[in-house]
């Protein structure tokens, strides 16, 4: 991988995190397009996924600041009640993540094709939540949390997006949408960073052992990152003016060429 690619690459990443296309997804055709083995992929994505997770961090500051003080203060306030509600979101995908990840990835495969179908019910996911009237709920119930959290784990099949089902999901089951792409993102931090994890214990994390020079991992890094932030601030907007028609139509163009790829290939 050259620094050019490391720079594509971090922007699909940051871009594709949020908005709800999967960037698992596009992470795979971009790396099947540009001809990059197994270890680059790995090690490049652990760095990408790190930079949109502090990405977050850093856009939702005050949310998580927020969730902090009320996490300390020892007393039972809406900070501490959002707190164990992403804490019980993250069950069901933690479940998946330590037990049942390997045999799921063994089971379906990771290639192309896969990629292409689950980016097709993407965008059936998005069209019905577009569809829906907004939510009246300006708090998301502990079940709500659960039932997005379930949500969340299914997208461990690449291309099934991880923010468009829990977008999706929250409007479906009545949320605001606006607290629902907040409550989205603010999940997403732990499962990928504990996914993170998972993947170091796998095998040797390290540029020597991948190829890759730090040099390139910094501006993977770096516009994963920028690209990130952008995205998140613009996903928060846009779900709130009820916008996801249009993710739905590039799913589907997205998930075709995936299919069409592989079958032509």
Not at 23 to 48: D, K, M, P
Request: contains cysteine; hydrophobic residues 55%; positive net charge.
């Amino acid at each position: 991988m050259n620094e050019i690619e490391a720079l594509i690459l971090g922007v699909i990443q940051g871009f594709t995190e949020f908005l709800p296309v999967s960037s698992s997804g596009h992470l795979t055709i971009a790396g099947t397009l540009f001809g990059l083995n197994g270890e680059e992929n790995l090690t490049f994505a652990i760095v990408v996924h790190a930079a949109t997770v502090l990405s977050t961090i850093c856009v939702l500051w005050k949310e998580v600041s927020v969730l902090f003080r009320g996490l300390f203060s020892f007393r039972w306030n809406a900070g501490t009640q959002t707190v164990c509600k992403i804490l019980l979101s993250m069950i069901p995908v933690g479940l998946v993540g330590v037990f049942l990840k390997d045999y799921v990835e063994a089971f379906f495969g990771g290639g192309l094709l896969l990629v292409g179908i689950m980016l097709l019910v993407t965008a059936l996911l998005l069209f019905v939540a577009d569809c829906a009237k907004t939510g009246r709920k300006e708090t998301i119930s502990f079940r709500d949390a659960f039932v997005t959290g379930l949500a969340q784990a299914c997208a461990v099949l690449p291309g099934l997006s991880r923010s468009g089902a829990t977008i999706a999901t929250g409007i479906l089951l009545g949320n605001n949408r606006k607290e629902v792409a907040k409550f989205s993102f603010l999940m997403v931090i732990i499962p990928v960073l504990g996914e993170a994890v998972l993947d170091l214990l796998k095998g040797d994390f390290s540029a020597e052992a991948s190829g890759l020079s730090p040099f390139v991992l910094i501006i993977g890094f770096l516009s994963a990152f920028v690209s990130g932030a952008a995205a998140c601030r613009w996903m928060i907007r846009i779900v709130s003016k009820g916008k996801l028609i249009y993710f739905a139509y590039y799913c589907v163009a997205a998930g075709l060429f995936a299919v069409g790829y592989t079958l032509l290939k």
